[in-house]
């Protein structure tokens, strides 16, 4: 079975604070994504990976920015946290199929921030 | 643009009984589906998928029925169970790695 972890399920925060929020999958996936999940709004791409430090903006990357300097990890990182970004965050990973076939996404549990 | 929604926000079933949770997407391009149960406090958690050149595809107590014509997808879930309580995602694609994701439809199963 494909697992994704992600390092913290709840975390509180105050404005202006550096967060981290890490992401390990151990299926040897090529792309990894971050998307964060607010009521009313669904999931929304911040940002997503196809390969060991490649990175791709996705819908909504004002105020994120994002690592991975390996190809099981990437990390999200909010450089100053603002209470705009209490939210649920997800991680996904998914490994690209041959001949351009669709890939399918394994989500982590989530990371519930709370920004204060 | 590009949208993809379910049709009621809230489904309750009685359990032993099918339930049918409907998606409407927007993108005639679309070519793979996906549908995903979220339950409280977790990831959403793969169920069953189905590319454009299927109508119909069936997993374990799961189906899923894609009709291109009206760009419908519904999931329907046989004998619901108690277990079977979360909210459920469509999600559509047209290319790699780029989903989108329907609101969610939160299935309550009364016993």
């Known amino acids: 079975d494909v697992k994704v972890t992600q390092s913290s399920r709840y975390l509180v925060k105050r404005t202006g604070e550096k967060v981290f929020l890490e992401c390990v999958q151990d299926?040897?996936?090529?792309?990894m994504f971050w998307y964060r999940q607010d009521p009313g709004l669904g999931l929304r791409l911040i940002y997503f990976?196809?390969?060991?430090?490649?990175?791709e903006k996705g819908d909504i990357p004002e105020g994120y920015s994002v690592s991975r300097e390996k190809k099981e990890r990437f990390s999200l990182i909010l450089e100053s946290a603002s209470t705009n970004q209490t939210s649920m965050y997800l991680c996904?990973?998914?490994?690209?199929?041959?001949?351009?076939?669709?890939?399918?996404?394994?989500f982590g549990p989530g990371t519930r921030l709370l920004v204060l | 643009g590009e949208s993809v929604g379910l049709h009621l926000p809230t489904l309750s079933v009685q359990e032993g009984d099918n339930s049918i949770i409907n998606c409407a997407y927007s993108?005639?391009?679309?070519?793979?589906f996906i549908w995903y149960k979220q339950e409280s406090g977790k990831g959403p958690q793969f169920i069953i998928d189905?590319?454009?050149?299927?109508d119909k595809r069936q997993g374990q107590r799961v189906t899923v029925l894609l009709n291109k014509t009206v760009k419908h997808l519904s999931l329907q879930i046989a004998a619901t169970q108690p277990g079977d309580s979360a909210v459920y995602f469509c999600?559509?694609?047209?290319?790699?790695?780029?989903?989108?994701f329907g609101q969610g439809t939160t299935l309550q199963v009364k016993p």
């Open positions: 299926m040897d996936h090529e792309n």
């Open positions: 996904a990973s998914s490994s690209p199929q041959p001949s351009g076939g669709r890939e399918t996404q394994y």
């Open positions: 990976s196809y390969d060991v430090k490649m990175k």
């Open positions: 189905i590319r454009s050149n299927m």
């Open positions: 993108n005639s391009a679309s070519d793979y």
């Open positions: 999600a559509e694609t047209s290319r790699p790695g780029k989903l989108i």
